[in-house]
């Protein structure tokens, strides 16, 4: 049951999924945002958007309250999408640095996570739009910040180029006050890579779900597990 | 045709019924076997759970990964069409602009209801939920005691298949041997909280949810609930047949597409209509019931909300089963020179005392729940264990501070993934890269959530009315409410808070948020979606506004089936009594009518 970004949240009594208010994200204000990308505009270039234009409203009609559920979306059909394609090769590229290909699974890009960040930053709805002030003036600061750090694209830089500037902005506790504002942005733009990443049948296998497939019957966790709980089968 | 338009209903039925979900369903499944012609008036648009569930469908077939939104309150696939805290063109007002003096009104605006998405906890009350005043003097007691009902929860049990089992606790009834189907084995996570939260004295045990973890047997219930009909017999045997049994994958919150948990669409409406005594009339929005010269209903007056048309339709005898908040709205709203001030409402008791659930909720992350061995625990698609209230004694004996119990829901974290970051940031410590799957693969599963669902006590404070000056689209008056939490409820939260954290204490584990000030975590009223009271059942006519058999005491050809007659919530969930109340006054109107009282 997702309760984070609802303006109505959940009811337990009806889990579709677990609650945790510690993932909720705070929404504060994010002019900080404006003002780090107005400067990034000077080198940024095309991922400036702070002009006439530029952050355009979202107009678009929602989903309404009767969708077709049982049809498979892709990202664009509910709403247009709206991220630039230097914003998508962005977020590629970051995307694909948080969730590279690995033991666990492809890279996120194999598993169209920026497309699912595109369409969540068009999204006509009140939690997503406020997203969207985060993220694309983020990834205009991060452009800023690659060309400051090493006069390159982020898209460009080198694995270990892309780790110094992350490292900065990982963990918005521990950020220094120059990078407070990069490091809201990155845990938003984690979370949603994350959030896409997992939805998927490859993230399933990557984070250890199994479910979703139709039994015969139910028998409750396998032995390995009772015994490492140190927990018996109560239900015979 | 079973569905049918304003234009192609028939002038006049026995029976005229508004709503169609779980007191709506029930009664009309009653009646219909039992030979009356039924109309069902629902205020949303025809649903068939077979073709349109979301049952296999991925969070990545779905905009947004499927996560909740405005206009899909509980997620992209939960079963709710048209419906939510906010239903386009239809407002609800508040007396106050207090947050905490406000009611969260869930609304599902098509066939079937709220019953399509609901949590299919199906739990009965005991003999004191019965009679709260005269155990503790707060409250009201109802005219009927559970041996009145006991007959009829066996058969709602029998009917919609309940799983669970009989654990012979106090005001916790069992039922008969053999009715209820096989609890389904425990997960890791409630395995580990039974465990445990028995060191701190909370009993953990199976849940009853109306959930088929087998097949109903067919040859043999539908004898036991209709004897000496065997056509009713043989269409409920058929119906039951085309039910499968739980195949344990998609959560129950999307409804199911095989019938294996109850909604009314796939238990109670397809054996009503296959008698062919009933016809369903979607879109039809009733405002008021229709008094006739002799004092009695002789039907209902829509709005049709495919032209906006005001329309009507006879019947000889007219059942409310609209939820609590929308039946106080069409009584209040059914004024005439014999009732100023609505329909039944000589005591001036419609709208008084509406109740909802007490919620409060606690998550626990559990160390010993990291790096499990990955496995399926999807289950039946909702709670396998819950804790019944076990302080009843120490409650009696004023040990607690407040008067009436809670059940504790439980759930562990190992559930479909998709839509939102598996891995908070204070987990995560800044990770990115493998070390991010590493952690966030880590602590899958290791989180615990604990509910609260407890009783409240009916109070003056908490009451809908007619807004005075906002109607909706269609001109209808709608419904102010007014809401106000008593201190029984707010240290009741409070408890229920002390003793989650006291749980994962002892599972090793910590909580994910530090304990609040008393009372600050209770949810909202209406929250839990468990909307009873408005029109109370009672010994009394001057202080009631139906007898003990639903029956309005001012208009005998007139019953309440949804939760409005309810004088007291106990913790247990409302929806399995609404249906056992509702066969009862079924059967009761089957037989007055034979006997031409009404």
């Given amino acids: 049951m997702p309760t984070h970004e609802l303006p109505a949240p959940f009811d337990p009594g009806l889990p579709e999924r677990m609650p945790d208010p510690a993932i909720r994200l705070p929404r504060r204000t994010v002019l900080k945002w404006f003002a780090a990308a107005a400067a990034a505009s000077q080198v940024a270039g095309c991922l400036d958007r702070s002009g006439p234009g530029g952050m355009a409203p979202i107009t678009a009609p929602g989903y309404g309250t009767d969708p077709l559920l049982t049809r498979v979306y892709k990202a664009g059909d509910a709403w247009p999408l709206t991220l630039t394609e230097a914003e998508r090769t962005a977020s590629v590229a970051l995307a694909d640095f948080i969730m590279p290909a690995d033991a666990y699974g492809p890279a996120a890009s194999k598993l169209r996570v920026v497309d699912f960040i595109d369409e969540w930053v068009s999204a006509p709805y009140p939690g997503q739009m406020n997203d969207r002030k985060i993220i694309v003036p983020g990834l205009a600061w991060l452009e800023s910040e690659s060309r400051r750090r090493y006069g390159a694209a982020f898209t460009t830089l080198a694995a270990a180029q892309m780790d110094g500037i992350c490292a900065d902005i990982c963990f918005e506790k521990n950020a220094t006050e120059p990078f407070k504002a990069g490091a809201r942005f990155f845990s938003v733009f984690r979370g949603l890579t994350a959030g896409a990443y997992y939805s998927t049948p490859a993230g399933w296998k990557a984070i250890g779900y199994e479910g979703n497939v139709p039994l015969p019957k139910f028998d409750g966790p396998p032995p390995a597990v009772l015994a490492m709980l140190e927990v018996e089968q109560t239900v015979k | ?598």
């Fill in chain 2, 1 to 598: 045709m079973p569905i049918v338009t304003a234009k192609t209903a028939q002038p006049a039925y026995d029976v005229v019924i508004v709503g169609s979900g779980a007191g709506g369903g029930q009664m009309a499944m009653t009646l219909t076997l039992a030979g009356l012609k039924c109309v069902m008036l629902e205020a949303g648009r025809a649903y068939d759970p077979a073709t349109e569930t979301a049952m296999f469908q991925r969070p990545d077939q779905a905009p947004l990964r499927g996560v909740g939104t405005p206009e899909k309150n509980f997620g992209f696939y939960d079963a709710t069409v048209d419906g939510g805290w906010q239903v386009p063109n239809e407002p609800y007002t508040q007396g106050s602009d207090d947050p905490a003096r406000k009611f969260w009104w869930w609304r599902a605006r098509m066939l079937g209801g709220r019953t399509n998405h609901w949590g299919r906890i199906s739990l009965r009350n005991g003999p004191y939920d019965f009679k709260p005043h005269s155990r503790d003097g707060l409250g009201f007691d109802w005219p009927i005691g559970y041996e009145d009902v006991e007959p009829y929860y066996t058969k709602v049990e029998q009917l919609i298949g309940v799983y669970g089992t009989n654990e012979g606790r106090e005001n916790t009834p069992d039922s008969p041997d053999g009715v209820l189907l096989p609890a389904p084995k425990g997960r890791a996570a409630e395995l580990l909280v039974q465990k445990h939260a028995k060191t701190v004295g909370v009993p953990v045990m199976p849940i009853h949810r109306a959930v088929l973890t087998k097949a109903l047997d067919a040859d043999t219930i539908p004898a036991k609930l209709f004897p000496g009909n065997e056509w009713a017999q043989k269409i409920v045997a058929d119906s039951m047949r085309r039910r499968g049994a739980c195949f344990w994958a998609t959560p129950c919150g999307r409804g199911c597409s095989i019938g294996a948990n109850y909604q009314s669409t796939t238990v109670h409406l397809p054996p009503a209509l296959a008698t062919g005594n009933l016809d369903i009339l979607p879109n039809a929005h009733a405002r008021e019931v229709l008094l006739g010269a002799d004092g009695k209903a002789n039907g209902v007056l829509f709005v049709d909300k495919t032209t906006g048309n005001e329309e009507r339709v006879r019947g000889r005898i007219v059942i409310l089963a609209a939820s609590s908040g929308e039946t106080v709205r069409i009584l209040l709203n059914s004024k005439s020179a014999s009732f100023p001030n609505g329909l039944a409402n000589s005591s001036g008791k419609v709208g008084k005392y509406v109740m909802d659930t007490v919620g409060t909720s606690l998550v626990g992350q559990i160390p010993k729940l990291e790096n499990v061995p990955s496995h399926n625990e999807d289950g039946a698609g909702g709670s396998h264990f819950y804790s019944p209230w076990w302080l009843y004694k120490e409650q009696l004996a004023g040990k607690l501070g407040f008067a009436r119990g809670y059940h504790i829901e439980m759930g562990g974290s190992r559930d479909m993934p998709g839509g939102w970051n598996p891995l908070p940031d204070d987990l995560g410590q800044g990770a990115y890269g493998t070390k991010f799957k590493e952690a966030a693969r880590r602590y899958y599963g290791s989180f615990v959530y604990l509910s609260c669902r407890g009783e409240m006590i009916p109070n003056e404070d908490s009451f809908a009315e007619l807004d005075p000056v906002v109607k909706d689209k269609w001109g209808t008056p709608v419904i102010r409410w007014n809401w106000k939490f008593s201190e029984h409820e707010l240290r009741q939260a409070d408890h229920a808070q002390d003793t989650f954290t006291a749980i994962f204490a002892a599972m090793g584990g910590t909580v994910r948020r530090a304990k609040p000030k008393t009372g600050t975590e209770i949810e909202p009223g209406g929250k839990i979606i468990h909307e009873v009271g408005g029109a109370l059942m009672g010994a009394d006519a001057k202080r009631s506004v139906v007898n003990g058999w639903n029956q309005t005491w001012d208009v005998k050809n007139l019953f309440l089936v949804d939760a409005s007659p309810f004088p007291s919530n106990s913790d247990k969930n409302p929806t399995l009594t609404i249906m056992a109340l509702a066969w009862r006054t079924g059967d009761y109107i089957v037989d007055q009518a034979k006997k031409g009282n009404i």
